[in-house]
C-alpha cells in the first residue's frame, strides 16, 4: 500500500510544482518566436506600408519589422534593416523592399523595382534567405556580398566576397549562381538567364562594406550577446562602466535633463508582439529589447546583465499599470488611464504577447542574472502573486510615464512623467490592456509618406512557397479600406537540396552581351608598406567625440532635429567616397553619392551645465603593458 502511495504522489507534487511556476520554467525551453528585422538606419524619404494599414506612412529608424511590411524610397533616400547578428539588407532610391516571411531558419524578402543589397557577414548552416523578384527567386544559403537590381526587364544579381546561390526562374528551371558573377535575367517566354563577370565594385558596394566593417570593430561587442542587434550604435552614444552591483552598464550622453528610459519615442501595433516601443534614439534598440534600467548616482544605465548563448528579444521590457486594479481593463470599458515604468535588475517583464498560458505571468526570458521580486531575489520555484509586485524604478521620481489613453499609439504624443499619483495608487496591468489598437497604430500615429507607383506595388513576383495569413487586430470605427495591391505571385518549387553544395545544378548560359573584360584587382601591399604610409590617428574616447560637432546633416536628422530632443548625436566616423566608379549595370538606376552621418548643432539637446563624475570604473580600457611602440619602431 505504501508503494501504491509513492507512485500517486509523484505526479501528483509533479502538478503542484508546475502550478507555483509555470511561467519560470516555461523560459528555459520554449518554442522559437521571431526576432523581428531592425530598421537601422535611413537617409532621406522613406516610407512604409503595414497589412492593415490606410495609407503608405514615413518610416523611421528603430521600426521592428513585420511580415507583410513594404517600405518604399524616395529619391535620393536608401535605409538599412539589419535580419541577423552579421546580415543586412540595404535598399537605394526608388526601391520598393517588402519582408514577406520569417521562419526560424528562413527569411524571405520582395523586391519589385530597384537596388538592393544582401550583406550578410555570416550565416549559420541550414538557414537560407530567399529574394523573390518578377522574373525569378533567388536562394541564398552561404555568407556572401549579394547585389540585386529589378528594372523594367532586365534582374541582375551579383555575387562578391565568396558568394554562392540559386536562381529559380518563373519557368521552374533551377540554375547555380557561382562567386564574382553577375546573373542577367531577362522577362519572356521562357525566361532567358545569362551569366557574366561580376564588375569591379563601385560606391554603392564600397558604402556597403563600410556600413558593415562597423560590427567587427564595435567595442559593445564584449557586453551583449552576438545577436542581439545595434550594439555598434551604443559606442558613438554612451559609456560603458564597471559597477559592483551590475557588473557592466551603459551610460548615454546627450540626454535631456530629466530623461527616462521609454519616454523619447512611441508605441507601435505588431501583428505578432502587439505593442512595441519604438525609440527615436539611433542607439534606441538593444537598450529598450534586452537587458534592464538600474539608476546609479543620479544616472539612467543600461545593464544587459550576464551574457547568455540566446537572447530573446520583447517588444519592451516595461511594466504596465493601472490605477486601483481598475475593472475596466478587464471589460474594456471606456478609456481608463494606462502607465508604464521602466523594469530595474532582475524583474520580470508580465508578457502582453505571446501564447495565452503565459500571458500576465512573470517571465524572465534570456535573462542571465539573478530573478528579482520585490527587491528579493528568489528561485525557480518561488511562486509569485502578481498583484503583490512592486517594480523598483516605480519608487523612483519622474520614473513612471503615461500618455492620454485615446491617444496611446495613434498619435505621436510625448510621454509625460506621472505626477498626480503615488506609486501605491497604481498596480501592475493584468488582462487586456485598456488601450485597442486602430489602424493608426500600425505606424503609431507616424505622417504621412510617399507612396510608390502603383505599378510597383502590383508587380507579381515568383516564390517557392505561399505566404502566411497574418491579420492584426484591430478596432475602428470606420470599414476596413484596402489601398495595397495584392499582386499575384507565381509559385515554383525549389530543387532538392543535396547536402549543402548548390553546384550540383545546371548554370546558366554565358551572356551574349559581353562588355570589356574585367581587370584583377590590385595586388595587397607589403606590410612594410602599410606600417610606413598610414600614421594612426589618435585615439578619441566616446565621450570626447562627443564635443566634435558637424555643420551639416542628413535629411534624415535634420527630420528627427525637429521632433527628437533628448539624444545627442555625436559625429560618426566619415565614410568617403573612392574616386573612382564603375558604369552602372545596363537596366539598373544610377550609382547614389555616398553619405555621411553627421550630428546635430549642439543647442539641440539640453546638457548639464557642470559635467558630473560617471558612477564605477571605466570598462573598455585596453592593455597598457603591450611594448607596441618598441615593436613598431623595429
Do not use: C
Not at 49 to 57: P, Q
Not at 295 to 319: C, K
Amino acid at each position: 500500500m505504501n508503494d501504491l502511495q509513492r507512485i500517486w504522489l509523484i505526479p501528483l507534487l509533479f502538478l503542484l510544482a508546475l502550478s507555483g511556476s509555470a511561467a519560470l520554467a516555461a523560459d528555459g525551453d520554449e518554442a522559437w518566436a521571431p526576432t523581428p528585422p531592425r530598421l537601422s538606419f535611413i537617409d532621406g524619404e522613406v516610407s512604409y506600408w503595414r497589412t492593415g494599414a490606410d495609407e503608405w506612412a514615413r518610416a523611421r529608424p528603430n521600426l521592428a519589422l513585420a511580415e507583410g511590411d513594404a517600405f518604399y524610397t524616395g529619391n535620393n533616400a536608401n535605409f538599412e534593416v539589419q535580419f541577423g547578428s552579421r546580415s543586412f539588407v540595404r535598399a537605394d532610391e526608388n526601391t520598393q523592399l517588402s519582408l514577406v516571411q520569417q521562419e526560424a531558419n528562413r527569411i524571405q524578402f520582395k523586391l519589385t523595382s530597384g537596388r538592393v543589397s544582401f550583406d550578410m557577414r555570416s550565416l549559420a548552416v541550414g538557414d537560407a534567405v530567399e529574394v523573390s523578384t518578377p522574373d525569378a527567386v533567388f536562394v541564398i544559403r552561404h555568407p556572401g556580398y549579394y547585389r540585386v537590381e529589378v528594372g523594367s526587364r532586365d534582374t541582375h544579381f551579383i555575387t562578391r566576397r565568396g558568394g554562392e546561390a540559386t536562381v529559380i526562374t518563373a519557368d521552374g528551371r533551377s540554375l547555380s549562381i557561382y562567386p564574382s558573377e553577375d546573373i542577367v535575367v531577362t522577362a519572356g517566354d521562357p525566361v532567358k538567364v545569362a551569366t557574366y563577370a561580376a564588375p569591379a565594385p563601385d560606391d554603392w558596394d564600397r558604402w556597403n562594406d563600410a556600413r558593415s566593417d562597423r560590427i567587427g570593430e564595435s567595442i559593445s561587442a564584449r557586453y551583449v550577446p552576438p545577436d542581439v542587434y545595434g550594439a555598434e550604435e551604443l559606442d558613438y552614444y554612451g559609456d560603458w562602466r564597471l559597477v559592483p552591483t551590475y557588473g557592466s552598464v551603459w551610460i548615454p550622453y546627450g540626454v535631456s535633463v530629466g530623461w527616462v528610459p521609454y519616454s523619447t519615442g512611441y508605441w507601435v501595433w505588431d501583428p505578432y508582439y502587439e505593442w512595441t516601443w519604438v525609440d527615436d534614439a539611433p542607439w534606441g534598440w538593444a537598450p529598450f529589447h534586452y537587458g534592464r534600467w538600474v539608476y546609479i548616482d543620479g544616472f539612467w544605465a543600461w545593464a544587459p546583465g550576464p551574457v547568455v548563448r540566446r537572447p530573446v528579444y520583447s517588444p519592451a521590457l516595461v511594466a504596465f499599470m493601472i490605477r486601483d486594479h481598475d475593472v475596466s481593463v478587464r471589460l474594456s470599458i471606456g478609456l481608463p488611464g494606462l502607465w508604464w515604468v521602466a523594469l530595474s535588475w532582475g524583474e520580470p517583464v508580465l508578457p502582453w504577447w505571446g501564447p495565452p498560458a503565459r500571458r500576465w505571468h512573470p517571465y524572465w526570458g534570456s535573462w542571465g542574472g539573478p530573478r528579482i521580486v520585490n527587491n528579493v531575489v528568489i528561485q525557480q520555484t518561488t511562486v509569485i502573486k502578481v498583484d503583490d509586485i512592486h517594480f523598483h524604478n516605480a519608487s523612483l521620481p519622474r520614473a513612471i510615464l503615461t500618455v492620454p489613453a485615446g491617444k496611446f499609439g495613434r498619435e505621436r504624443v510625448q510621454a509625460t512623467v506621472e505626477t498626480r499619483y503615488r506609486q501605491t495608487d497604481l498596480a501592475p496591468a493584468r488582462g487586456d490592456l485598456p488601450v485597442k489598437p486602430s489602424r493608426a497604430s500600425l505606424s503609431g500615429g507616424a505622417p504621412k509618406g510617399v507612396q510608390p507607383p502603383r505599378a510597383i506595388v502590383s508587380r507579381p513576383v515568383v516564390s517557392t512557397r505561399t505566404p502566411r495569413e497574418r491579420t492584426p487586430a484591430l478596432q475602428d470605427e470606420a470599414p476596413r479600406v484596402r489601398t495595397q495591391a495584392v499582386p499575384e505571385t507565381r509559385y515554383v518549387i525549389p530543387p532538392e537540396r543535396r547536402g549543402e553544395d548548390a553546384r550540383t545544378l545546371p548554370r546558366p548560359d554565358r551572356g551574349t552581351e559581353a562588355g570589356p573584360e574585367r581587370a584583377p584587382p590590385p595586388r595587397p601591399p607589403r606590410y612594410d608598406e602599410v606600417r610606413k604610409s598610414v600614421t594612426p590617428p589618435p585615439a578619441v574616447t566616446p565621450r570626447e567625440q562627443a564635443t566634435v560637432r558637424s555643420r551639416t546633416t542628413t535629411r534624415e536628422q535634420s527630420t528627427v532635429r525637429q521632433e527628437v530632443r533628448p539624444a545627442a548625436r555625436p559625429a560618426q566616423p566619415a565614410v568617403v567616397a573612392p574616386p573612382a566608379s564603375r558604369p552602372a549595370v545596363p537596366g539598373s538606376v544610377q550609382a547614389p553619392r555616398v553619405r555621411t552621418e553627421a550630428t546635430p548643432p549642439r543647442e539641440e539637446v539640453q546638457q548639464d551645465k557642470k559635467e558630473r563624475p560617471l558612477p564605477g570604473q571605466p570598462a573598455s580600457q585596453t592593455y597598457r603593458g603591450r611594448d607596441r611602440d618598441n615593436r613598431d619602431a623595429r
